[in-house]
Each structure stands twice: as structure tokens, then as C-alpha cells.
């Protein structure tokens, strides 16, 4: 029986704590937080029946990893599965664009060759398995080429740019592009309860196989210890055997600050953009179709990127008859959302609401909550696979997987579950 630490209770942490625990080893989960879930966690107001997540969240039907998991913990009766609808900004519209007929009809393309360009390429990308040499490439190169100008600028540009911000919009690779739009369904997936009522229930089962979570303590620091792994917490060492870290990188290189100096220099190389997303109650539906995901272009003057009406996808009766919207955005750490209120930042937003719904009065706010994170959604380069740093760490015994080793795919629970597995299947491999 080997003595595991995993630092960070979010699905990654979690995931790993089950397939060590099952091949019998000693692991406790340290968690800064309160409860588990990580990113994916969510809030709940005392006359809520159901959690919304912090960041707005729901699962692909296409993310295997979770949905493997569900069935092996045996809650696959609480996941709930809807088909609700994303739209796309055109000339002061919104189109429906989650299915193949609502692309036809998509105004924004025209009805000649632009269409059947985009319409090759997505059948391209859906059917190829050959990613590889596309990570060579960056999706504006590789774009422009192949849907052609007007396609890439309309339809890919204005996401890219929403994404990944003016600076790196330009050099994120086509492989990562490949991968979004090589798997993901238009059927989404919650919880009955929101993320956060499976986090709770993942982390019981768990408690129940035996694995110890200490929530509220951060591990300080990690250092080498004659072959095992030593912790700092709250000034205590304490020494494992194995040590499986799910923070970000440049966490990693600050409490690990004697890993080898190649190891160090690959994590702090590593590029991120940070979120900051504003919950916010509504007295009445704002989306008068009912629309669940709006994508909005920045250069048509909105000031965030994705407008999320989520009880248009799960019924309001569970918030207490609230209607929930998100207002996302990806952003540069550093950048002024970080550092506003939560009333300046209404203020800045609230005017979309009314482009949305012409009747929408600043007095349908109820409720108002910001949440923000540094560490929110990692940048590919060119040729990213290289840069990737190892989830075996030159320290012996720890191990690290995090956002940014998830490749190509776009970062997201069904893939902190598959890297957080693959690093447990290493560690007991040793
Ligand atoms: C805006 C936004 C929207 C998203 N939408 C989706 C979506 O729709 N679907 C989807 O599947 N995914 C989505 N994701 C991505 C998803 O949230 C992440 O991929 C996933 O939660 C990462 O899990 P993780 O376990 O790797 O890391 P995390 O969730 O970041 O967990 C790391 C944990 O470590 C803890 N920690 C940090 N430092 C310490 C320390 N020193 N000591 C102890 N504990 C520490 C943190 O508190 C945290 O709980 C979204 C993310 C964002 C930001």
C-alpha cells in the first residue's frame, strides 16, 4: 500500500483518488477550497432546490470519459440530457447554428460558394482522424486556405478572438480547432442538481471507499524527500510516496520551485487566459425564442463573448422560478474585468441584455454574482504537443495533470477525468 497526497479536489483530483484507492493504496485529496468540484463547482441561494455552476457548464454526449464514470459510480440516472438551442449574430440577428439544417438557413454565408466551402470543411474535420499535421498550421492559416476568406472572418475569427483575445487569437493551432469541432454533439448533459450535486456525490462515494478529503488546506510547498514526496502545509511537512498534483502550471512551478530547471522552464512557458463570468437572477426570461447559448461578436460592440440563458436549458422551477443567465468572457490576466465591481460590471454588460430583449429593464435584476479565475482556458501554439510538459515530473513519485496537458482537445471536465486517469494508471504502474 503506497501513501498518495492528490492536491486539488476539483474532477481531476477526484477521478485519480478512484482508481488509486481501488488498487488499495492510503490517498488523501487536499483541497484549498470548501467543497469539491474545482472549476466546475457551483453556488446555491438557500430557496434554490438545484446548484448553478459558478462558470456556466454542461457535458457533450460525445465526452466518453464522464460518461464511463457516471455508469461506474452508478449515477447514470441522474444525468439529464437536452438538446437546446446556440445561436449566431448576424446583422443585428440572432440564427439558430447547432445543426447541419440551421447551417443551411444561416443567412451570414450567402447562398453560393462560401457555404459550400464551410459545409466541405466541417464534413472534413468531422470525419478525418488525422489531426497531427494540422497542429503545424494555425486555424487562420489553415482557414483561410480552405473555407476561404469570407467563411473564416464571419464564422471562425470573431471565436477565435472572443476565445483567445486579439494577442493570441492569430496563433492558436488548427489541431485544437479540429478537435472541437471533431466531437462535439449539439445534445448537452447536466446533473440533477448542477455540477456541483455530482462533485458532491463523487466525493462521497469516495469518502466511502475510504479516501480522506481535507478541505479549506493548501499545500504550500513540494520538495524531493529521499525518494518520496514532502508537502508543506500550514508550516507541517508530511511525507508520501506519491504526490499527484491538478493545479496550473505556474502554481506547480511556485510551490515546486526544485524541479529540474527544463521541467520548470516547460511550465512556465505555457500560456493561459484567465475568465471572468457575471450570474445573474432574473425576474423574467430574456431570451424571447428561448435561445440557450448566444455567441457574441466583440466587434459588434458587445463587451463579453458568450451570453448563456441556462434556464433555457434546465427548468427555472429548480432556482426558485429565477431565470439564470451567464455573461462569459476569456480575458488576459490583467485585464480591467478583473479588477471591476460587480456593479460596474452590470453596468457595462446591461445594455446587452436589452439588444437581446428590446423589453429587458434594469429592474428584472434579482441577483448579481462575479466570479473570476486566472487559470481558465490554455492557449495551443503551433506544434503544442512538444511543449507539453510530462505528467511524470522529474521529482520521483510526482506526477501532474492539469488543463494544459489536455491535447488536442479543448480543455473540460471529460478530459480532466481522462489525463487525472491516465496519471493514476502511471502511478500505480511504479
Ligand atoms: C468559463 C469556463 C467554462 C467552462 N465550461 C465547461 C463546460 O461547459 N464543460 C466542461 O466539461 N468543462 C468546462 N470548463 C472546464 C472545466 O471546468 C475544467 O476543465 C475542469 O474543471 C478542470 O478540472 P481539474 O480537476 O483539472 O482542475 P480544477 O477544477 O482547476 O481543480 C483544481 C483544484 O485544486 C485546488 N487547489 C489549487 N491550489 C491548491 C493548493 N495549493 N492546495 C490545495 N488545493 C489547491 C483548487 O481549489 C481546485 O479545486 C469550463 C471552464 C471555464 C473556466
Given at each position: 500500500m503506497?501513501?498518495?497526497a492528490?492536491?486539488g479536489?476539483?474532477?481531476?483530483?477526484?477521478?485519480?483518488?478512484?482508481?488509486?484507492i481501488?488498487?488499495?493504496n492510503?490517498?488523501?485529496?487536499?483541497?484549498?477550497?470548501?467543497?469539491?468540484?474545482g472549476?466546475?463547482?457551483?453556488?446555491?441561494q438557500?430557496?434554490?432546490?438545484?446548484?448553478?455552476?459558478?462558470?456556466?457548464?454542461?457535458?457533450?454526449?460525445?465526452?466518453?470519459?464522464?460518461?464511463?464514470?457516471?455508469?461506474e459510480?452508478?449515477?447514470?440516472?441522474?444525468?439529464?440530457?437536452?438538446?437546446?438551442?446556440?445561436?449566431?449574430?448576424?446583422?443585428?440577428?440572432?440564427?439558430?447554428?447547432?445543426?447541419?439544417?440551421a447551417?443551411?438557413?444561416?443567412?451570414?454565408?450567402?447562398?453560393?460558394?462560401?457555404?459550400?466551402?464551410?459545409?466541405?470543411?466541417?464534413?472534413?474535420?468531422?470525419?478525418?482522424?488525422?489531426w497531427?499535421?494540422?497542429?503545424?498550421?494555425?486555424?487562420?492559416?489553415?482557414?483561410?486556405?480552405?473555407?476561404?476568406?469570407?467563411?473564416?472572418?464571419?464564422?471562425?475569427?470573431?471565436?477565435?478572438?472572443?476565445?483567445f483575445?486579439?494577442?493570441?487569437?492569430?496563433?492558436?493551432?488548427?489541431?485544437?480547432?479540429?478537435?472541437?469541432?471533431?466531437?462535439?454533439?449539439?445534445?448537452?448533459?447536466?446533473?440533477?442538481?448542477?455540477?456541483?450535486?455530482?462533485?458532491?456525490?463523487?466525493?462521497?462515494i469516495?469518502?466511502?471507499?475510504?479516501?480522506?478529503?481535507?478541505?479549506?488546506?493548501k499545500?504550500?510547498?513540494?520538495?524531493?524527500?529521499?525518494?518520496?514526496?514532502?508537502?508543506?502545509?500550514?508550516?507541517?511537512?508530511?511525507?508520501y510516496?506519491?504526490?499527484?498534483?491538478?493545479?496550473?502550471?505556474?502554481?506547480?512551478?511556485?510551490?515546486?520551485?526544485?524541479?529540474?530547471?527544463?521541467?520548470?522552464?516547460?511550465?512556465?512557458?505555457?500560456?493561459?487566459?484567465?475568465?471572468?463570468?457575471?450570474?445573474?437572477?432574473?425576474?423574467?426570461?430574456?431570451?424571447?425564442?428561448?435561445y440557450?447559448?448566444?455567441?457574441?461578436?466583440?466587434?459588434?460592440?458587445?463587451?463579453?463573448?458568450?451570453?448563456?440563458?441556462?434556464?433555457?436549458?434546465?427548468?427555472?422551477?429548480?432556482?426558485?422560478n429565477?431565470?439564470?443567465?451567464?455573461?462569459?468572457?476569456?480575458?488576459?490576466?490583467?485585464?480591467?474585468?478583473?479588477?471591476?465591481?460587480?456593479?460596474?460590471?452590470?453596468?457595462?454588460?446591461m445594455?446587452?441584455?436589452?439588444?437581446?430583449?428590446?423589453?429587458?429593464?434594469?429592474?428584472w435584476?434579482?441577483?448579481?454574482?462575479v466570479?473570476?479565475?486566472?487559470?481558465?482556458?490554455?492557449?495551443?501554439?503551433?506544434?503544442?504537443s512538444?511543449?507539453i510538459?510530462?505528467?511524470?515530473?522529474?521529482?520521483?513519485?510526482?506526477?501532474?495533470?492539469?488543463?494544459?496537458?489536455?491535447y488536442?482537445?479543448?480543455?473540460?471536465?471529460n478530459?480532466?477525468?481522462?489525463?487525472?486517469?491516465?496519471?493514476?494508471?502511471?502511478?500505480?504502474?511504479?
Amino acid at each position: 500500500m503506497k501513501k498518495i497526497a492528490i492536491i486539488g479536489a476539483g474532477f481531476g483530483g477526484l477521478s485519480a483518488a478512484l482508481d488509486l484507492i481501488k488498487a488499495g493504496n492510503d490517498v488523501t485529496i487536499f483541497e484549498g477550497l470548501d467543497h469539491p468540484g474545482g472549476l466546475a463547482s457551483g453556488f446555491k441561494q438557500a430557496d434554490w432546490e438545484w446548484s448553478v455552476e459558478k462558470f456556466y457548464h454542461h457535458w457533450f454526449t460525445s465526452d466518453r470519459s464522464m460518461f464511463d464514470l457516471f455508469d461506474e459510480l452508478g449515477l447514470c440516472s441522474k444525468v439529464i440530457i437536452r438538446t437546446p438551442k446556440t445561436v449566431m449574430y448576424y446583422k443585428g440577428k440572432f440564427f439558430p447554428f447547432d445543426s447541419i439544417p440551421a447551417a443551411i438557413l444561416y443567412p451570414g454565408l450567402g447562398w453560393g460558394i462560401n457555404k459550400i466551402r464551410f459545409g466541405l470543411v466541417g464534413v472534413y474535420l468531422r470525419l478525418t482522424n488525422n489531426w497531427k499535421p494540422m497542429e503545424a498550421t494555425t486555424v487562420d492559416a489553415w482557414m483561410r486556405k480552405w473555407a476561404g476568406k469570407k467563411v473564416y472572418e464571419e464564422m471562425w475569427e470573431p471565436m477565435l478572438i472572443g476565445k483567445f483575445g486579439e494577442r493570441f487569437s492569430h496563433q492558436v493551432n488548427m489541431a485544437w480547432m479540429w478537435a472541437r469541432m471533431h466531437a462535439r454533439t449539439t445534445s448537452l448533459a447536466t446533473y440533477e442538481g448542477g455540477f456541483q450535486a455530482f462533485a458532491d456525490d463523487f466525493a462521497r462515494i469516495l469518502q466511502e471507499k475510504g479516501v480522506k478529503i481535507v478541505y479549506n488546506t493548501k499545500v504550500d510547498t513540494i520538495a524531493a524527500k529521499d525518494g518520496q514526496v514532502q508537502l508543506t502545509i500550514a508550516g507541517k511537512t508530511e511525507i508520501y510516496d506519491q504526490v499527484l498534483v491538478t493545479v496550473s502550471p505556474a502554481q506547480l512551478a511556485g510551490m515546486a520551485p526544485g524541479l529540474r530547471a527544463d521541467y520548470l522552464k516547460e511550465l512556465l512557458n505555457l500560456q493561459n487566459l484567465g475568465a471572468v463570468v457575471m450570474v445573474v437572477s432574473l425576474k423574467h426570461q430574456l431570451s424571447r425564442e428561448g435561445y440557450y447559448w448566444y455567441n457574441l461578436p466583440k466587434k459588434e460592440g458587445y463587451p463579453f463573448l458568450a451570453l448563456v440563458e441556462h434556464t433555457n436549458f434546465m427548468d427555472k422551477v429548480h432556482y426558485n422560478n429565477e431565470h439564470i443567465i451567464y455573461c462569459g468572457d476569456y480575458l488576459e490576466n490583467g485585464h480591467e474585468y478583473f479588477n471591476l465591481s460587480e456593479e460596474e460590471l452590470l453596468q457595462r454588460f446591461m445594455p446587452s441584455f436589452k439588444r437581446i430583449n428590446p423589453d429587458f429593464e434594469p429592474d428584472w435584476v434579482n441577483h448579481t454574482w462575479v466570479f473570476k479565475a486566472n487559470y481558465a482556458q490554455p492557449v495551443p501554439f503551433l506544434n503544442h504537443s512538444k511543449n507539453i510538459p510530462a505528467i511524470e515530473t522529474p521529482i520521483p513519485g510526482l506526477y501532474f495533470a492539469s488543463m494544459s496537458q489536455v491535447y488536442p482537445w479543448d480543455r473540460g471536465t471529460n478530459f480532466a477525468v481522462e489525463i487525472a486517469r491516465r496519471a493514476a494508471k502511471l502511478m500505480l504502474a511504479r
